[in-house]
């Protein structure tokens, strides 16, 4: 198994930043790639920001030049770094792993709330 626990959110004024942290522990070598997913009151879950293993990242447009993700491998950690933060923004902010040969999140945190104030 594999635990996930994010740190960082916060209430910042839109313009803002912040940065979210995920402390991986357990089987981490079963762990490939992985990401931020959001969700908004309401609606439903979305991906924010992935990372693979070798480093390759990919991220949803509506955050594309204003997030960053990354991940040390040596301190089993994901960061995101995020900048010019709106309202539409405001959610929980979840930290996923895949396993090995797996497309499927199959690891969670238990959420860290972000609340961007207009």
């Known amino acids: 198994q594999v635990q996930l626990v994010e740190s960082g959110g916060g209430l910042v004024q839109a313009g803002g930043s912040l940065r979210l942290s995920c402390a991986a522990s357990?089987?981490?070598?079963?762990?490939?790639?992985m990401a931020w997913y959001r969700q908004a009151p309401g609606k439903q879950r979305e991906l924010v920001a992935s990372?693979?293993?070798?480093?390759?990242?990919d991220y949803a447009d509506f955050v594309k030049g204003r997030f960053t993700i990354s991940r040390d491998t040596a301190k089993n950690t994901l960061s995101l770094q995020m900048n010019a933060l709106k309202p539409e923004d405001t959610g929980v902010y979840y930290c996923?792993?895949?396993?090995?040969?797996?497309?499927?999140?199959?690891?969670w945190g238990q959420g860290t709330q972000v609340t961007i104030s207009s």
């Open positions: 990372i693979t293993s070798g480093g390759a990242t």
């Open positions: 357990g089987k981490i070598f079963s762990i490939t790639t």
């Open positions: 996923a792993a895949r396993r090995l040969l797996s497309t499927q999140y199959a690891y």
